[in-house]
């Protein structure tokens, strides 16, 4: 570290390192399941450094009863464990119990501009016409995110479709605080936006993304389903009276059909062509039970085991603990860096 006067370490290079995270504002989705957690667990597998967070400070933006909250944390961490995340190889916590975040937070929000997040597509739909009455946290949501991020010096982060202007502001929050201080400290991360689903729409509407928050539980398939809620939700998931297509370029123009069919491509591992190959003129009628199938068999050993690990709240609380301490020690050196190039007084501190 520092003497705290001048002697800023601007790091060249950057190791590559993963970061992610996911709101505990409600249940987890198939769309959370398809655009991120899937893919967190591949990333692991591959052998980066890969840090998962619930990111309980984001939830709150909008209101959360705490009692909900504490569940969908717990039950947040439970699906990251049991879709394949290995707490010893990656370091999974919620974001609340690292103070880092926060603090880079403010610092981060001194450095974007109000016209940066005010063309951010996501405050405008959370918010509405009620502009004027959400939170302010609501607004600078992104500014915190970009902290998540760099607070590690991350360089990859796995996210769906939807984050992708996030991530932009994020690699605009980076330039500038680097270009205003004069420093190459903090990485220019890439978007991870991969795959056949990396944005699930709603089931009842093919035009809204499938989303947690979301009023009506018909528009989502939720990692605690069982069988017969998935069975009967696909059965009932909006569709157009055209049998599917010869090609994947037929899916143009047929939103619910589309996501239909790359559900099915994400879950089974397949190409969207490939599967467009195999039911080329079938009728929904035939395609949505082995659908359903899929879809069961993919995810009912992770609500079973989501069940299992939520008998153990204790255990779960034991495992986020320890990820944050190990996400503390990543993150505090990092954050030091920051107070001394911007001129923080730290002498507490060392
Ligand atoms: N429908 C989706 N398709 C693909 N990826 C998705 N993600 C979310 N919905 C879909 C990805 O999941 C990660 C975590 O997202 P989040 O929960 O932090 O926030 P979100 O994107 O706002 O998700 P929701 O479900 O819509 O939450 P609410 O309703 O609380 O706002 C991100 O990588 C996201 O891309």
């Not at 504002?25 to 655009?35: A, C, D, F, Q, V």
């Not at 939830?59 to 990251?80: N, S, V």
């Not at 939720?222 to 069988?227: H, K, S």
């Not at 297509?245 to 490939?274: F, H």
Request: proline residues 5%.
């Amino acid at each position: 570290m520092s003497s705290g006067t001048s002697a800023v370490q601007t790091p060249k290079a950057f190791k590559p390192r993963i970061f992610s995270g996911i709101q505990p504002s409600g249940g987890l989705t198939l769309g959370n399941y398809l655009g991120a957690l899937k893919r967190f667990v591949e990333k692991q597998d591959e052998g980066i450094e890969t840090i998962y967070c619930l990111v309980d400070m984001h939830a709150i933006t909008t209101w959360q009863d705490p009692a909900k909250l504490r569940h969908a944390t717990r039950e947040g961490a439970a699906a990251f464990i049991a879709a394949g995340i290995d707490p010893k190889r990656s370091i999974l916590f919620n974001q609340s119990q690292v103070g880092a975040h926060a603090e880079l937070g403010w610092i981060f929000n001194c450095v974007a501009r109000m016209g940066w997040m005010s063309r951010m597509t996501q405050f405008k739909d959370k918010a509405g016409k009620n502009s004027e009455n959400v939170s302010l946290g609501l607004f600078a949501y992104p500014a915190l995110m970009a902290a998540d991020i760099l607070v590690y010096h991350a360089t990859m982060v796995p996210v769906g479709e939807d984050q992708k202007q996030h991530l932009e502001l994020t690699r605009d929050i980076a330039i500038k605080f680097n270009n205003d201080y004069g420093v190459s400290f903090f990485p220019v991360v890439e978007p991870l936006i991969e795959g056949a689903a990396t944005r699930v729409m709603s089931l009842r509407d093919g035009s809204k993304k499938m989303s947690k928050s979301d009023p009506s539980d018909q528009s989502r398939i939720n990692l605690t389903d069982d069988a017969d809620a998935i069975a009967q939700k696909i059965r009932k998931a909006k569709t157009d009276p055209e049998p599917l297509p010869e090609t994947a370029e037929g899916l143009k123009d047929r939103p619910e059909a589309k996501n239909l069919v790359n559900i099915y491509a994400a879950l089974s591992g397949q190409s969207v062509a490939e599967v467009v190959a195999e039911y080329a003129g079938a009728q929904f009628g035939s395609f949505k039970p082995k659908l359903v199938e899929l879809a069961v068999a993919k995810l009912s050993p992770i609500t079973t085991e989501m069940n299992r690990l939520m008998a153990d709240p204790g255990e779960i609380d034991r495992i986020l603990a320890d990820g944050a301490e190990r996400a503390d020690a990543l993150a505090r050196p990092i954050l030091e860096q920051v107070y001394d190039i911007t001129g923080m007084i730290r002498s507490r501190w060392r």
